[in-house]
Structures are given as C-alpha cells and as structure tokens.
C-alpha cells in the first residue's frame, strides 16, 4: 500500500494512530483527520504534510462533543478551530479523478540482482519503446520490485513486457 501511494498509484491513504507515526511521505499535501486527536498524538498525524520548508493543509474535523478536546490542541498549536452550522450539509464532490501513475509487481527484486536500470531498460529500450518520462519510481526489494509507470501506458506496458491481454 505505501509503494502504491509514494507511486502516485493510490491518491488515498488511511492510516490510524500508530501507522501516521511510521509514514514518511515526501511532498504530502493534505491530512485530513475524521475526529480529534489526543494532543500527543496530533503532531505525528499532521506532521507528514508540510515537511522540509514545503506547505501542506491539516484539516480535523470536530463533533461538538469533541469541542474541549479541540480547545487543548488550539492552545498547543497554531491551528484555527472552525466550527460548522449545525444544519450543515456535505455536497458530493464528485468522482475523484484517477491517479497519475500505475504501479507493477515484479518477481526479481535485489537478491535476483535486478537493478533500476535493468527495469528501466526493459521499458525504454528497443523491446518496451517507452520514453523514460512514462516510468516513476522503481523500488526494489529482495525478491521483487515495484514499478510506477504512466497510467497512459500501464496497459500497453502490461502487454508487451509481460504479456497481459487486452482489457475486455
């Protein structure tokens, strides 16, 4: 799930408590939080947005049951607590657009001696005919790799390096 979502594969991240504390995302723009967090707890959740000098959005949304707990944050953090009218009603937003990129399992990882550029090669060279623009990040475990690649090509690619049939 986490190569899916630094793939730019998935776009949507739910974690709890004790994973945020774990996440190191780069470039993580929004958090969203569905109830208030224990203040020791709110650092690690919303910290993953905004790191190394770049911006990113916190929203927590609060049932007024969890007003005092928001009130303990706001003194502790430069946060703004916003409440909404009580006859408040979400409008749909619609569809979310899909994800940029489109990641692939690969069974060879480090211990085969596969290597980035072997992957790399395999997609750009004579036999995949991609341009390197198409292929994101290439994460390679012991056994396998993961493969970010261009949604406008993901079925092309499927087909022709690995031998995926056409959709129906």
Do not use: C
């Amino acid at each position: 799930v986490m190569a899916k979502f630094r793939n730019h594969s998935t776009r949507i991240l739910v974690a709890t408590d004790v994973a945020a504390r774990g996440i190191d995302v780069a470039d993580l723009a929004l958090v969203v939080n569905f109830d208030v967090p224990q203040p020791d707890n709110y650092t690690h959740r919303v910290g993953r947005t905004g790191r190394a000098g770049k911006s990113g959005v916190a929203v927590t949304f609060a049932s007024p049951k969890e007003r005092h707990r928001a009130s303990l944050l706001e003194k502790e953090n430069p946060i703004t607590v916003a409440e909404l009218p009580k006859d408040f009603e979400a409008e749909p937003a619609g569809e979310i657009a899909p994800s940029k990129m489109v990641t692939f399992y690969v069974s060879g990882g480090r211990k085969d001696k596969v290597r980035p550029g072997d992957i790399l090669g395999a997609l750009t060279g004579d036999a995949g005919g991609f341009n390197a623009a198409d292929v994101g990040k290439i994460e390679i475990h012991d056994r396998f790799t993961y493969v970010a690649v261009s949604r406008e090509i993901a079925q092309k690619a499927a087909r022709a390096r690995w031998g995926v049939p056409e959709a129906a």
